[in-house]
């Protein structure tokens, strides 16, 4: 049984350029979040997709934008890349709650190291 | 405001010493659930237990045990003769209901936990 996987493993980017990440949820997940770590800090909610919609952003700029697809594989897009933008960006994928108070566990994948020169 | 706080920023042992991580937490809700990861130098973030703001068991799995108290908010993680793998950085995280989707993961800003031989 397949994990999270996310693609590339690391990317190294310039300035203004645009990035898109990619991920494939475990199976039998249907609901995917994306969130960014910086270097030595916590991981910060980007946002989350579910039914290929997005159902909850964190405090990121418009910049950061994504997709879900069918299959349920979902797309991080950054765009106008910043110095600042440089981190481990960390795909995780869970079942989506019904309306209980039942949470499932996030699995997370093994993440992109982006770096922004 | 939601809000996790992890104060030990490292911590450092020698193997079979017991250690304990604290975990302070910040919520307006009366449903919420609590999470510990582990994220090992490869980076993937490891789901450790979770455990829901209804439930104040403290929990054991094996050299792992967790002790909830919601009378000071803290969720705190102690491992028992520590082990050279269990060398990591350790987050604590919350989520609070959204209803019909996961919610986000609101991570503390984790402890680096050195086990010397």
């Known amino acids: 049984d397949a994990g999270v996987t996310q693609s590339p493993t690391h990317l190294i980017k310039t300035r203004g350029q645009q990035v898109t990440l990619r991920c494939s949820p475990k199976?039998?997940?249907?609901?995917v979040s994306w969130y960014q770590q910086a270097l030595g800090q916590g991981p910060q909610f980007i946002f989350q997709?579910?039914?290929?919609?997005?159902?909850q952003r964190g405090n990121f700029p418009d910049r950061f934008s994504g997709h879900q697809f069918p299959n349920y594989s979902s797309e991080l897009n950054v765009n106008a890349l910043l110095l600042g933008d440089s981190a481990l960006y960390l795909c995780?994928?869970?079942?989506?709650?019904?309306?209980?108070?039942?949470?499932?566990?996030?699995?997370f994948g093994p993440g992109t190291r982006l770096t922004v020169t | 405001a939601q809000k996790v706080t992890q104060a030990q920023t490292e911590i450092s042992v020698v193997e079979k010493e017991d250690v304990t991580l604290d975990c302070v937490y910040e919520?307006?809700?009366?449903?919420?659930?609590l999470f510990w990861y582990k994220q090992p130098p490869s980076g993937e973030l490891v789901f450790l237990i979770r455990r829901n703001s209804f439930d104040e068991q403290n929990e054991i799995s094996g050299r792992y045990s967790w002790n909830f108290q919601k009378s000071t908010s803290s969720f705190n993680f102690t491992i028992t003769a520590s082990q050279v793998v269990d060398s990591a950085v350790y987050f604590c995280?919350?989520?609070?209901?959204?209803?019909?989707?996961?919610?986000?993961?609101?991570f503390g800003t984790g402890t680096l936990l050195a086990v010397q031989p």
């Open positions: 997709y579910y039914e290929e919609e997005e159902r």
């Open positions: 995280a919350l989520s609070e209901f959204y209803g019909g989707a996961t919610n986000k993961l609101i």
């Open positions: 995780a994928s869970s079942l989506a709650l019904g309306y209980d108070t039942t949470a499932y566990e996030q699995y």
């Open positions: 919520t307006r809700d009366t449903t919420y659930y």
């Open positions: 199976s039998g997940h249907d609901t």
